[in-house]
């Protein structure tokens, strides 16, 4: 009876949510009776890299990323976790911009030299970056996992911090059954020396709390990936889930902020 109770107040709580545009993240470890329903309200999901590949059958992380996105329109982004090969991020676009960083959030971001060159010289990012935001039927169509191949030839294995690469707004296909315009993105974990690896205990949690902190600071993709496993790496580093979490002003997040 308490489990029915539970499930009716959360069903409330999402359909209250939803109605006030109130963004969601939901995290998908496993298969679990009732994640459907909660997935069909979410905003956002981070999983763990098993959870797309059973929950959808497909035969890589993209392309079950992208089987999210068709499956769950809402779905702004979906995150699969990796561990030490770090993370895999596809985020669907929306009119041509990325769902979670429109042209105000990512000015916002830059500092303020450049902000004053764009306004002496009358640009706007849309001029100065085409490609971050070419959308609809402008962009290249591509399968998801041909994608991959080629931003992980990009990935610079001789960096020890976390890194993020990406793909420019792109026609996503998974063997013609549905395209998802939006944007691919590859990000490693932190290199940490044998010595310094403590306990991976909550890992994944600080992952997702990083993720959550990065969103309501606007943070744009590029800056949240690399920030969140640096997060995650610093809680690596001492005994349990919280005692390694990193303060904001640890020097050690200085780079990523």
């Not at 976790?81 to 830059?110: K, P």
Request: aromatic share 6%; hydrophobic share 45%; glycine share 8%.
């Amino acid at each position: 009876m308490l489990g029915i109770c539970n499930g009716i107040f959360l069903g409330l709580l999402l359909v209250q949510a939803a109605r006030k545009n109130i963004p969601m993240l939901v995290e998908a470890e496993k298969k679990r009776k009732g994640l459907d329903d909660l997935l069909d309200f979410a905003t956002y999901a981070v999983c763990s890299a098993k959870f797309p590949l059973a929950w959808t059958g497909a035969p890589c992380v993209p392309s079950a990323l992208l089987s999210m996105l068709l499956r769950f329109p809402k779905l702004k982004f979906v995150i699969a976790t990796l561990g030490e090969d770090g993370c895999m991020m596809l985020e669907r676009s929306i009119n041509g911009e990325c769902s979670c960083m429109n042209c105000v959030a990512a000015e916002h971001h830059l500092n303020q030299n450049y902000k004053t060159w764009l306004v002496r010289k009358k640009k706007t990012l849309l001029e100065v970056f085409p490609t971050m935001f070419v959308g609809g039927s402008d962009a290249e169509e591509m399968d998801v996992h041909s994608l991959l191949e080629s931003l992980k030839q990009r990935k610079d294995d001789s960096k020890s911090i976390p890194t993020s690469i990406s793909s420019v707004v792109t026609k996503l296909t998974l063997n013609g059954t549905g395209t998802v315009t939006g944007r691919l993105f590859v990000g490693t974990a932190e290199k940490i020396p044998p010595p310094e690896l403590v306990d991976t205990t909550g890992a994944g949690d600080a992952f997702i709390g990083a993720v959550l902190y990065a969103l309501c600071a606007s943070m744009p993709p590029e800056k949240m990936l690399p920030f969140a496993a640096q997060v995650a790496a610093a809680g690596c580093r001492a005994l349990g889930a919280r005692t390694g979490l990193p303060l904001r002003t640890d020097p050690r997040l200085a780079g990523f902020l």
